[in-house]
């Protein structure tokens, strides 16, 4: 559970970064493309990490009912 909560705040920490280093652009069209790719990727993740998370929770809830 560290590792998954670890993992979470790194990827906010990282696509905080590269959102605004695109914001001022800083990067290159190709670099712009690369990072909006990404983090749309890393958002995708997350919502699935919030998703099998509150999986988990259900089933233990429900397991303990």
Same mark, same amino acid.
């Given at each position: %559970?560290?590792?998954?909560? +670890?993992?979470?705040?790194? $990827? /906010?920490? +990282?696509? %905080? ?8 652009? %800083? ?9 909006? *790719?990404?983090?749309?990727? %890393?958002?995708? $993740? ?9 999986? +988990?929770? *259900?089933?233990? /809830?429900?397991?303990?009912?």
């Amino acid at each position: %559970m560290k590792f998954v909560l +670890v993992l979470f705040f790194l $990827f /906010i920490f +990282v696509a %905080m970064l590269l959102n605004s280093s695109r914001k001022r652009g %800083m990067l290159s069209k190709d670099a712009d493309k690369a990072v909006a *790719g990404l983090a749309n990727a %890393m958002r995708w $993740f997350l919502f699935g990490l919030l998703a099998l998370g509150a999986a +988990v929770c *259900g089933v233990l /809830i429900y397991q303990g009912a």
